[in-house]
């Protein structure tokens, strides 16, 4: 079983910065793509951004510029950096990691943008 801790988000100010980060572990799981969903409410998860072990990245279109996902394979820790966030921002976002094509995901941390 792979489990993932999350840490970050919070409340800022539109146009404010912040970073999330999320740290898999799980002995002999080989993690392969790790990433950021966001479901706000309402409406259904989505992709905010992903990155393979490799480092192909993947952004959502509502993101790109903005938000710069990175990764530590070494630490199996992904990380998001959030810059000029947005009201539309306000989600839960979710750490979510690929390992043998099945998809573990993490608790949730709350972000909200306020104006």
């Known amino acids: 079983q792979v489990q993932l801790v999350e840490s970050g988000g919070g409340l800022v100010q539109a146009g404010g910065s912040l970073a999330l980060s999320c740290a898999a572990s799980g002995n002999g799981y080989n993690i392969n793509a790790m990433g950021w969903y966001r479901q706000a409410p309402g409406k259904q998860r989505e992709l905010v951004a992903d990155?393979?072990?490799?480092?192909?990245?993947n952004y959502a279109d509502s993101v790109k510029g903005r938000f710069f996902i990175s990764r530590d394979n070494a630490k199996n820790t992904v990380y998001l950096q959030m810059n000029s966030l947005k009201l539309e921002d306000t989600a839960r976002y979710y750490c979510a990691a690929e390992s043998s094509l099945r998809y573990y995901w993490g608790q949730g941390t709350q972000v909200t943008v306020s104006s």
């Open positions: 990155i393979t072990q490799g480092g192909s990245i």
